[in-house]
């Protein structure tokens, strides 16, 4: 088959996929299942074969990723459980004056967004925006847009979130790399897209702070007297793998040819695996302990931290799956030829494609797992710097326009108490900022290594 019809049959199979997802409201999984199995057939894999190639890119993303996915879980709700994350959000807040409030908000977004799923960050660190938004009686919006430009920007950029682990998965990138490239992007666009841009957005809307996560003294009391974590115990927790990962990077970089044992334990600390396994180990004790939490609710907390995962679990290795029908067909390659041919740079069209699909489905995800799939074998010929930013300019992309197909959209306007259109303003046009300053970033990046 010629490599028009193999782009073809790509194209009607992303185009299925969106419109299943828009459209039909078909779950992700289940479009992104019936449409990678539909482009194997259509670009004349066969039945059986479509079907093998999507249960083994399936089950070799699960195997990569998943683990990651649930041990992120599971160490999220331990630091939401144990106090960690509100020992975090005071102490920060507590030591800053109304004018850097919002810098501090950044940060404190960008510090929780680290370890945490965006949905569960975002439902954890809203009750902090309308609270610090009440007592320091400044404007809601610009309290809210630097915590939440702080908790996007993380998971849209830096590993261990489900998006970037997956782009680096698909794409073979170095992952400590990648994390270290992600935070030197993630910190100008933070900064953009929160404070400064926070203070436009307060300009254009101008709400009350919502009636919402009021409480009677006697609770506020009760409150404070729970035992938590430390703020530097709750911090080294969670920088543990971050250090673990950019340790085993660091070395690669410094010793590549070595067999040290120095290198040899950095290299198995620094497996994301083992970064992150350690770290929910570690966490069970210095925040289960610091937290005042037995072995039951320790237990407990472990055990529900799970169920809200499976959904993006499947859609992950549905995008693995749909990966691995485009490579055994030779689309994959198809689609790589036509791209080199492209006049735009690969780093911008990466961007571009991550986009298209982010803004047609609404799901960051998606569009993260579609496009490094798209992209896979464009990245062969990239050097490992270079398809690190390949990732991050993939998940930049997918934060582009948030708009009414995304469930973040709507998450966001009910909590601030905002119109659709005084949403746009605000969230979405933050989500825009925050990836037209990622690609920058990016670029830049390239032109340096």
């Not at 009686?137 to 996007?152: D, E, K, W, Y």
């Not at 203070?199 to 009677?216: C, G, I, M, N």
């Not at 030829?337 to 298209?356: N, T, Y």
């Not at 490094?372 to 062969?380: E, F, R, Y």
Request: include cysteine; charge should be negative.
């Amino acid at each position: 088959m010629g490599n028009a019809q193999l782009i073809i049959a790509a194209i009607v199979g992303v185009a299925v996929i969106v419109v299943a997802i828009t459209w039909l409201k078909l779950h992700p999984f289940v479009s992104l299942t019936v449409g990678a199995i539909g482009v194997g057939i259509g670009a004349g894999l066969g039945a059986t074969d479509s079907v093998k190639g999507f249960t083994n890119g399936f089950g070799s993303t699960m195997g990569s990723v998943g683990i990651l996915i649930g041990f992120g879980a599971m160490f999220g709700k331990l630091l939401a459980d144990s106090g960690g994350a509100d020992r975090i959000v005071d102490t920060l807040v507590g030591r800053s004056s109304a004018k850097y409030l919002p810098w501090t908000m950044g940060l404190v977004g960008a510090v929780i967004g680290l370890p945490m799923f965006f949905e569960i960050g975002l439902v954890l660190l809203m009750p902090v925006i309308i609270l610090v938004a009440r007592r320091s009686g400044l404007s809601l919006i610009t309290i809210a847009i630097p915590t939440l430009a702080g908790l996007s920007a993380m998971h849209g950029l830096v590993p261990p979130h489900p998006g970037p682990l997956v782009a680096v998965a698909a794409l073979d990138a170095n992952l400590g790399l990648t994390l270290g490239f992600g935070v030197l992007v993630a910190i100008p666009t933070i900064v953009i897209a929160g404070p400064l841009f926070g203070k436009l957005a307060a300009r254009w809307v101008d709400v009350p702070v919502p009636a919402l996560f009021l409480t009677s003294e006697d609770e506020e009391e009760a409150e404070a007297e729970k035992q938590r974590p430390s703020f530097s115990i709750a911090l080294t927790a969670i920088l543990l793998p971050v250090v673990l990962m950019l340790g085993k990077a660091l070395a690669d970089v410094v010793a590549e040819e070595s067999t040290s044992p120095a290198k040899a334990v950095l290299d198995f600390l620094g497996t994301p695996v083992i970064a992150l396994g350690l770290a929910l180990l570690a966490g069970i004790v210095l925040l289960g302990r610091g937290g005042g939490m037995d072995r039951n609710d320790i237990s407990k907390t472990l055990e529900n931290s799970l169920p809200p995962i499976a959904g993006i679990l499947l859609i992950v290795g549905a995008g693995g799956g749909f990966k691995q029908v485009l490579i055994d067909t030779g689309i994959a390659d198809a689609i790589a030829d036509a791209i080199k041919g492209s006049s735009l740079p690969v780093l911008l069209l990466a961007w571009f494609v991550a986009v298209l699909i982010r803004v047609a489905t609404g799901s960051a995800t998606v569009a993260t797992v579609t496009a490094s799939g798209i992209l896979a074998p464009v990245a062969l010929d990239l050097s490992s710097t270079h398809v690190s930013l390949m990732v991050l300019a993939i998940g930049s992309g997918s934060l582009f326009l948030s708009h009414v197909n995304d469930a973040g959209f709507w998450l966001v306007k009910e909590y601030l108490g905002v119109t659709v259109v005084q949403n746009l303003k605000t969230w979405t046009a933050m989500e825009c900022v925050i990836s037209v300053s990622g690609l920058v970033g990016v670029l830049a990046l390239s032109v340096v290594v």
